[in-house]
């Protein structure tokens, strides 16, 4: 049976009355100890979508989560509806202001307290996870074989259009160094893997690191440079949402694809090459 058996709005009527409730948690917690998991999630006048992103997440099964939130100036709701969530399964960062979500992360990376937790994952602001997404994850990483774990994903967009998003293709030597293994909010790592790309990324020139805006491509990159092998899940266990103010996306809308060539024929893809190479060691190899 496919992961993606129910649709995005079934999705998010398993995951209603079910975030956050601490007789479900508890009752949970009385049988068993479950992974700890911090997600790393960076928002920007998300208000639209981060209620149903936010409750997908506290939704997982069999594991316990905690989300570090790091929020990019937002002017709309955001912040508001986060503070319904902070008292027992959401933190705020304190705020500051960065101009692309790559540095956001890096920072949620940097300031988060994820260190004593089990596992780390990234989340954006808009999507919607199926409820045994992390737990899926966990399972294909607790034997040690993998040092980090991505996945397809199914685009979805408001017309009601799915669209499957393959990564999971044959990985080759050095290849991490011109893409990412697949989209940042399916990267899941044990603790161990994500202190090792904190060590690295605090160790590196603050005018590279500065670079940086594609957080997930730099993790990926100090992974499989340094610490073994990368699991790319065939199975999209999410729903991954396009809109119009998605920062990166499936879509290739006039807009998105100008911008694309705009990076790819310019010097940001370069400059990008040339700083994770340095900061992943790859270049000293």
């Known amino acids: 049976m496919s992961s993606l058996s129910i649709g995005p709005k079934d999705a998010t009527r398993l995951h209603k009355g079910m975030a956050c409730n601490p007789k479900n948690r508890s009752m949970l ?22 209620k149903e992103q936010i409750d997908s997440i506290l939704s997982q099964d069999g594991v316990s989560i905690h989300i570090f939130m790091s929020d990019d100036g937002s002017t709309d709701g955001t912040l508001c509806i986060a503070e319904r969530y902070k008292s027992q399964c959401l933190t705020v960062l304190p705020p500051k202001r960065f101009g692309n979500s790559g540095q956001n992360f890096l920072y ?3 300031e988060a307290p994820w260190q004593h937790f089990d596992y780390l994952a990234f989340s954006d602001q808009d999507d919607i996870w199926l409820p045994n997404k992390v737990g899926s994850a966990i399972r294909k990483l607790k034997d040690g074989q993998y040092s980090g774990y991505s996945a397809n994903v199914m685009a979805f967009w408001p017309d009601g ?6 990564k999971s293709h044959p990985q080759r030597r050095r290849d991490y160094l011109f893409e990412s293994g697949g989209p940042g909010n399916t990267f899941v790592l044990p603790v161990k893997s994500g202190v090792h790309a904190l060590n690295l990324i605090r160790s590196a020139r603050s005018e590279i690191v500065n670079k940086i805006e ?3 491509w730099l993790i990926y990159a100090i992974v499989r440079e340094n610490c073994g092998r990368w699991l790319i899940d065939e199975n999209p266990m999410m729903y991954y949402r396009q809109h119009d103010k998605n920062v990166s996306g499936a879509g290739l809308s006039f807009k ?17 090459v040339k700083s994770i190479a340095e900061i992943s060691g790859a270049r000293s190899c």
């Open 29 to 50: 917690n009385s049988h068993t100890i479950h992974p700890r998991v911090a997600v790393l999630l960076a928002s920007h006048n998300g208000e639209a979508y981060i």
């Open 108 to 110: 949620l990376l940097r």
């Open 161 to 166: 259009k799915y669209s499957l998003v393959k």
């Open 214 to 216: 594609s957080h997930d």
């Open 256 to 272: 998105r694809l100008a911008r694309k060539l705009k990076m790819l024929f310019g010097n940001w893809y370069i400059d990008q």
